[in-house]
DNA sequence: CCATCATGTGTACACTGTCCACAATCGCAC
DNA sequence: GTGCGATTGTGGACAGTGTACACATGATGG
């Protein structure tokens, strides 16, 4: 944290750099992330930093791996209210829980989320370890595994199963997108709540 | 443009600021609409900006009304390719063109589209003239035509109209977005294609 | 014709990311 | 142990940014 070591060596400042960064994030999405500012809190001068990233950008794609991480325990805590039995209904509930997951953390943070997800990454990365949650399991792994479901249990035709993913984020990520940071950012908050619903809604219906 | 003035007065500095921020924005998104280079470009010091915006993101905001005007010109010339019938099938098609004009605005465009909807604004002002194209209205304003139409000839329950252009613009958006500067980065052209109309179909299917 | 006011200039400051040369320390071969 | 090489952190520097303050210029209305 922010106690001034004895040492020269730090320790593990990589971890401190993230975690600072992730601090960062939280209050002012990416671009608060700043480098010589996530070296201060670490106690550490700012050059110590290239040590550990290469650039600014590779810090924040760090931080968004993080985030993605918190992203993860959100949808999982919704996840885990909702019984996981194997018939449709409660597939297609295990659906609306991931997307309303995804937007209430988008909601309860805002400047993690947009670090998690308005950062430039790539589709072969979305399941790797850093973006897990304490499930083990990345968002996007945890919506590929209740689109499964709904295959599974005949919900879904296995022929629009393909790409179902992109569907059923981007409903959910547009809206986020919009009330955070787009041209709804001064929309009450009961009209939010209804939108998320409805956009689960018509995810639900129209996948 | 970048001719080397003559007088002391500009003539129209605002102006001639808002198109070097489009061009900027154009190469790079919100991020590289840089006050300084803006000035440079108009052949003008860095101060004079702040005699017409009172800060960096107020150039910024005006830049985004630009982007929304050139997003609004894009969706037109998509929605003027199908014609104008007064009947449910027609409707659902102006519908699918605005959604395609978005998404093909987002291609052909990525750092305009971005400064267009990814910079904070309200929702109160998502119709004012400003944003417009040369048909005279918002992309927000050309989205909420088509879901009237829809009401009207009953396609869509007058009952779900209200807040209706926030799921049909979020699912759109989403994509957009993730393919643009989310994860979703590295996808295919043909897979990109595809899941913008799987996306409106969705939007079709489920508003 | 001159005063006023809008508009553009110059200088300055704090802040950023990043480069370079140097210093301290850890860990391993002998 | 001892010395040495690789890691890791430091210090100083530079270009570039947004923006504040005082000043210069020139168009315009009395």
Same mark, same amino acid.
Do not use: C
């Given at each position: 944290m922010?106690?001034?070591?004895?040492?020269?060596?730090? /320790?593990? =400042? *990589?971890?401190?750099?993230? +975690?600072? &960064?992730?601090?960062?994030?939280?209050? !002012?999405? #990416?671009d608060?992330?700043?480098?010589?500012?996530?070296?201060?809190?670490?106690?550490?001068?700012?050059?110590?930093?290239?040590?550990?990233?290469?650039?600014?950008?590779?810090?924040?794609?760090?931080?968004?791996?993080?985030?993605?991480?918190?992203?993860?325990?959100?949808?999982?805590?919704?996840?885990?209210?909702?019984?996981?039995a194997?018939?449709?209904?409660?597939?297609?509930?295990?659906?609306?829980?991931?997307?309303? /997951?995804? =937007? *209430?953390?988008?909601?309860? +943070?805002? &400047?993690?989320?947009?670090?998690?997800? !308005?950062v #430039?990454?790539?589709?072969?990365?979305?399941?790797?370890?850093?973006?897990?949650?304490?499930?083990?399991?990345?968002?996007?792994?945890?919506?590929?595994?209740?689109?499964?479901?709904?295959?599974?249990?005949?919900?879904?035709?296995?022929?629009?199963?393909?790409?179902?993913?992109?569907?059923?984020?981007?409903?959910?990520?547009?809206?986020?997108?919009?009330?955070?940071?787009?041209?709804?950012?001064?929309l009450?908050?009961?009209?939010?709540?209804?939108?998320?619903?409805?956009?689960?809604?018509?995810?639900?219906?129209?996948?």
């Open positions: 922010s106690t001034a070591r004895a040492t020269y060596r730090h /320790g593990d =400042l *990589r971890r401190s750099l993230i +975690e600072a &960064g992730v601090a960062l994030a939280r209050e !002012g999405g #990416p608060a992330v700043v480098l010589r500012e996530a070296t201060r809190r670490a106690g550490v001068s700012p050059n110590a930093a290239y040590r550990h990233f290469a650039d600014r950008a590779e810090l924040v794609e760090a931080v968004s791996d993080a985030a993605q991480g918190a992203a993860a325990a959100a949808i999982e805590a919704e996840l885990a209210d909702v019984p996981a194997s018939d449709v209904p409660s597939a297609q509930e295990r659906l609306r829980a991931v997307g309303i /997951g995804y =937007l *209430r953390f988008a909601r309860d +943070e805002p &400047g993690l989320f947009r670090v998690a997800f !308005g #430039p990454g790539n589709l072969d990365r979305a399941f790797e370890a850093e973006k897990a949650g304490p499930g083990g399991s990345s968002p996007f792994a945890l919506l590929a595994g209740t689109l499964d479901d709904l295959v599974r249990f005949g919900a879904l035709p296995a022929e629009r199963r393909p790409a179902a993913e992109l569907l059923a984020w981007s409903a959910v990520h547009g809206l986020a997108m919009l009330v955070l940071e787009g041209p709804l950012h001064e009450g908050e009961e009209i939010r709540v209804m939108a998320g619903r409805r956009v689960v809604e018509m995810v639900v219906r129209g996948i």
